[in-house]
């Protein structure tokens, strides 16, 4: 799969697509920690409501992007490992 990127190495390879994984996992839950601390932002200012609602709104985006970039490598990660295994 990354052979044609220049990683020929199976086992750098599946560690880089792991780590991809992970980390796509992790952003998830880091915007959902950021959507909760600016849901409970003091908003004493006037400038504080929009970087509360900017806040959240690249948390939304971040959570969104992670999860259709994780769903996306574990399909072709399963696409490519079963290409040779199951008959088509």
């Given amino acids: 799969?990354?052979?044609?990127?220049?990683?020929?190495?199976?086992?750098?390879?599946?560690?880089?697509?792991?780590?991809?994984?992970l980390t796509s996992l992790a952003i998830v839950f880091v915007s959902v920690a950021i959507w909760r601390s600016s849901s409970k932002y003091p908003r004493e200012k006037w400038w504080q409501g929009p970087l509360a609602i900017g806040a959240k709104l690249c948390a939304a985006i971040s959570a969104l992007a992670a999860a259709v970039s994780f769903l996306i490598v574990s399909y072709l990660v399963f696409d490519f490992i079963y290409a040779g295994v199951l008959p088509i």
């Fill in 1 to 21: 799969m990354l052979a044609e990127c220049g990683v020929g190495q199976p086992l750098i390879a599946g560690s880089l697509v792991a780590l991809f994984l």
